[in-house]
Structures are given as structure tokens and as C-alpha cells.
């Protein structure tokens, strides 16, 4: 048997692939390793911050549902607030359970995207960020 179209065989790696040829091949891996750690932990404190913040509504959706005396009209601007609790928990709920369908795949982009897949199923324009819908 001839092995010799084994002799020169490419082994390359995918971290390189996307390097440019002036930079250093062991510093673009270093680096690219580096920003995924710095994105991983970004995104680790971003789901503290927002399972706070879930723990936060459930507790007003709490105060909110319990029976109270209104003073003056704040009726109309409590249902509103009611309203955005509910839709923030149940966003939360739709974001955890995508994440545990597919693992790895959530992060802050999922929101986004979702966002955008909502706002064309509706056949409206996505929003600029920190601008309303059209």
C-alpha cells in the first residue's frame, strides 16, 4: 500500500481560519480565547441581573394582584403596570424555556431576534434601538 498521499496532509485549525496573515497565529488564538471568557462571563452576569429582576416582578405581580383601597385613580396606571410585569415575566419564561430546548443558543441576541421575527410576523418595521415602533 502507498501512504505517501498521507505525507503532506493540511492540519489546520478553526481558530485561525479567520486570521489576518500579519498577526500572529498564537496571539489571534490567545485573543479569540480571551473575548469568548469575556463573553461568557457578560453573559453570566447579564442572567443574574435579569433572574433578579424576574424575582423582582413576581414579588409586584404579587402586590399588584392582592386586593387593596385605591386612593384617587391610580387604578388605570396600576392596570398598566400589571400589564408590563406580566409581559416581562412571561418573556422571561418564553427565553428560559428556549434556553432549555436549546441549549447554548439563548443569550441577549435571542431577544433581539425574537423581537424581530415578532415584528414581522405582524408585518410591521423593527424599531431602532431607543426608538418606538412605527
Known sequence: MDYSKWDNIDISD?????CHPNIDKQSWIKWKKEARQIKKKEDRDAREIEDKQFQDDLK????????HEQQ???EEEEVKE???????????KERREH???????????????????RV?????????????EE
Open 14 to 18: 478553526d481558530e485561525g481560519e479567520d
Open 60 to 67: 409586584r405581580l404579587d402586590v399588584l394582584e392582592k386586593p
Open 99 to 117: 434556553e432549555r430546548k436549546h441549549p447554548g443558543t439563548g443569550g441577549p441576541l435571542f431577544s433581539q431576534n425574537r423581537e424581530r421575527e
Open 72 to 74: 384617587g385613580g391610580g
Open 82 to 92: 400589571k400589564e408590563e410585569v406580566k409581559r416581562r415575566i412571561e418573556k422571561y
Open 120 to 132: 414581522k410576523e405582524e408585518g410591521g418595521v423593527m424599531a431602532e434601538e431607543g426608538k418606538e
